[in-house]
T-cell receptor
Framework: QKEVEQNSGPLSVPEGAIASLNCTYS??????FFWYRQYSGKSPELIMF????GDKEDGRFTAQLNKASQYVSLLIRDSQPSDSATYLC??????????????FGKGTKLSVKP | DTEVTQTPKHLVMGMTNKKSLKCEQH?????MYWYKQKAKKPPELMFV???????INESVPSRFSPECPNSSLLNLHLHALQPEDSALYLC??????????????FGPGTRLTVL
């Protein structure tokens, strides 16, 4: 059974702090990793994707991937109250020409306090 | 343009009704997906269409019937649903069905209530 694990939270951080969200996955052959942000009552919004080991930065967001440890994380710098949402980690366990089905973690609820 | 549109936004139906959900994308993506999401749960994959052909059916009951009329459109036909089918139904699309470039973009969803 391929699994993606996330701490459900809630994770509470003060405004301006760094929020660190973590995700582990069970399928060592996984190649593609995604972070989605979902506000209450809305649909998931893709905010980061990463395919290679290391860090990938986009604005205040940094995705980190360590395939040896089967671990992917999302750092949000200078957290804002508008970042309060559920963050879903998703993994594509297949590669090249396959079906692209994503396996989602259960999500981490982030609360940024003013 | 990274927009996936879905209609209707909200739908209330009885258990004997037949209704359809519609999804459209104009990003030239060749893979389209239906997901079901219950409150406080992650999205659950229902169907995948790749190049207009059904490639994955995640053992979804036959009261849900997908259709892909062309590469931009995806429908989900609903018939004889149960109250437990009430959920947010999400459509997504991606450039390809797997490998690189398979970032999935979600539409706003249809909130379905079955009475």
């Amino acid at each position: 059974q391929k699994e993606v694990e996330q701490n459900s939270g809630p994770l509470s951080v003060p405004e301006g702090a760094i929020a660190s969200l973590n995700c582990t996955y069970s399928d060592r052959g996984s190649q593609s990793f995604f972070w989605y942000r979902q506000y209450s009552g809305k649909s998931p919004e893709l905010i980061m994707f990463i395919y290679s080991n290391g860090d990938k930065e986009d604005g205040r967001f940094t995705a980190q991937l360590n395939k040896a440890s089967q671990y992917v994380s999302l750092l949000i710098r200078d957290s804002q109250p508008s970042d309060s949402a559920t963050y879903l980690c998703a993994v594509n366990p297949n590669y090249g020409g396959s079906q692209g089905n994503l396996i989602f973690g259960k999500g981490t609820k982030l609360s940024v306090k003013p | 343009d990274t927009e996936v549109t879905q209609t209707p936004k909200h739908l209330v139906m009885g258990m004997t009704n037949k209704k359809s959900l519609k999804c459209e994308q104009h990003m030239g993506h060749r893979a389209m997906y239906w997901y079901k999401q219950k409150a406080k749960k992650p999205p659950e994959l229902m169907f995948v269409y790749s190049y207009e052909k059904l490639s994955i059916n995640e053992s979804v009951p036959s009261r849900f019937s997908p259709e892909c009329p062309n590469s931009s459109l995806l429908n989900l036909h609903l018939h004889a649903l149960q109250p437990e089918d009430s959920a947010l139904y999400l459509c997504a699309s991606s450039q390809e069905g797997g490998g690189w470039g398979n970032e999935q973009f979600f539409g706003p969803g249809t909130r379905l209530t079955v009475l």
